[in-house]
């Protein structure tokens, strides 16, 4: 059994001397709830109401078209990929947002295959998540069913790829259980064998460091409303390398990819740059509450996020495994070694859902993963220790006294 646990008090204490405790007043949260889902919707920056406004009273409502102009809106694609590009290790240049993280997979993943055209497979993880899955089934679909999905366990992806690999399509963190897969050595053993790299950084942009340059990947995605805090769905980003930049081809082939919009000209020519990941007009709406939303983020240091996010990962194991322990019927799903986590931690309990509709009525707010997965996201900016203390007190409770066994917290609701 783990060794025994900080009391409450030294949980107050460590917030006290958390340097990044300041943060958490640019969220406007509830006073009465525990938020640890940030890693499926980023809580509220505080400046996004008043953004918003600005924006639609202001811009929309007084410079009506001109604002496309006036106000910068035809930038905002491109200014705000690099504000991105600043935390997952891109250039200026490198990253755009657009569309949502579906749809950019789907573009990356075609102008992967355009690049690599004599090979046939998509390399990918068993158990990734499900729209990456299904987007790469319906590419195949759409180019004639001339290439193959091939899945693997996580372990296994660095010796499955082979000379028939065009791309590797793989979510650096595991949104079940939290494993972190090591984004510089997938890529390298990739290209020792010639094959391209796709990631998704959903449950990685914003909460941990991640280094695209340094690992010389080649594409990647990611989510605007997880932990960049961009709200409800925000747009996503897409990443392209630049030395792929000149040869990468969007399949969506858009008029605000064209190289001169407003030339209006019947023929497609691509962009320059970056810009040719584009496809329509972008929503100005959303692309300001999630410019509000990144500078949460570029307001922090990230080396910082990461340190308070292993921490509070860890505190909450120790926790639930010391209080609960064997009898409690929860077991660790996620990787015990921080290193080996992204910013989440997640138990199995054969009750799952009903435990956490039951959390959900104390306040603490998580979420669950079919089939049994209670997941629970640590996102450093707006956590503070006490709250993951609370939060493994409350579950340990839940579940010892079984006030999970309700009809009230059977019923599944569409969104879980
Ligand atoms: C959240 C998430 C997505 C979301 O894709 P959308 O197109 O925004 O719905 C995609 N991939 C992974 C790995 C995710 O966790």
């Known amino acids: 059994?783990?060794?025994?646990?900080?009391?409450?008090?030294?949980?107050?204490?460590?917030?006290?001397?958390?340097?990044?405790?300041?943060?958490?007043?640019?969220?406007?949260?509830?006073?009465?709830?525990?938020?640890?889902?940030?890693?499926?919707?980023?809580?509220?920056?505080?400046?996004?109401?008043?953004?918003?406004?600005?924006?639609?009273?202001?811009?929309?409502?007084?410079?009506?078209?001109?604002?496309?102009?006036?106000?910068?809106?035809?930038?905002?694609?491109?200014?705000?990929?690099?504000?991105?590009?600043?935390?997952?290790?891109?250039?200026?240049?490198?990253?755009?947002?657009?569309?949502?993280?579906?749809?950019?997979?789907?573009?990356?993943?075609?102008?992967?295959?355009?690049?690599?055209?004599?090979?046939?497979?998509?390399?990918?993880?068993?158990?990734?998540?499900?729209?990456?899955?299904?987007?790469?089934q319906g590419l195949i679909r759409a180019l004639g069913h001339r290439h193959e999905l091939r899945t693997v366990p996580a372990a296994d992806i660095a010796a499955a790829v082979d000379r028939d690999t065009a791309a590797v399509l793989l979510t650096q963190v595991n949104y079940r259980s939290g494993a972190l897969h090591d984004l510089a050595a997938v890529t390298r053993a990739a290209h020792e064998a010639g094959a391209l790299m796709v990631w998704d950084l959903a449950h990685s942009a914003g909460a941990l460091p991640v280094d695209l340059n340094g690992a010389e990947a080649d594409f990647a995605v990611g989510c605007g409303y997880k932990y960049l805090n961009g709200g409800p769905g925000a747009p996503a980003f897409i990443f392209v390398a630049r030395r792929h930049q000149a040869r990468f081809s969007n399949p969506l082939s858009g008029w605000l990819g064209h190289a001169a919009p407003f030339a209006f000209e019947p023929e497609y020519r691509p962009a320059a740059g970056i810009a040719r990941a584009l496809t329509g007009t972008p929503p100005i709406l959303a692309l300001a509450a999630l410019e509000a939303g990144l500078d949460t983020v570029l307001a922090a240091d990230m080396t910082l996020i990461r340190a308070k996010s292993m921490a509070l990962g860890d505190l909450f194991i120790r926790m639930v495994e010391w209080a609960g322990g064997e009898r409690s019927g929860l077991t660790l799903a996620s990787p015990r070694d921080a290193r080996q986590r992204g910013s989440q931690v997640s138990f199995r309990h054969h009750d799952g859902y009903p435990v956490m509709q039951a959390l959900i009525a104390r306040g603490v707010v998580g979420d669950f993963r079919a089939p049994d997965i209670l997941r629970f996201g640590f996102a450093p900016l707006y956590v503070r220790y006490v709250d993951a203390w609370d939060a493994a007190a409350a579950l340990i409770d839940v579940v010892a006294t079984r006030a999970w066994d309700r009809p009230e917290f059977k019923h599944r609701a569409p969104v879980t």
């Open 1 to 136: 059994m783990a060794a025994a646990v900080p009391s409450r008090e030294e949980c107050l204490e460590l917030d006290r001397v958390d340097p990044l405790a300041g943060q958490r007043e640019a969220f406007a949260l509830p006073t009465d709830v525990i938020y640890l889902d940030g890693n499926s919707l980023g809580a509220l920056p505080k400046t996004v109401p008043e953004r918003l406004t600005t924006v639609a009273a202001g811009e929309w409502g007084q410079d009506l078209i001109g604002s496309w102009n006036r106000h910068g809106w035809i930038d905002l694609p491109l200014k705000l990929g690099d504000k991105i590009a600043r935390l997952i290790g891109a250039q200026p240049g490198e990253v755009a947002v657009t569309e949502s993280t579906s749809i950019n997979l789907f573009k990356a993943l075609y102008a992967a295959l355009e690049i690599n055209p004599e090979r046939k497979v998509i390399l990918s993880e068993v158990g990734n998540f499900p729209t990456d899955l299904y987007i790469v």
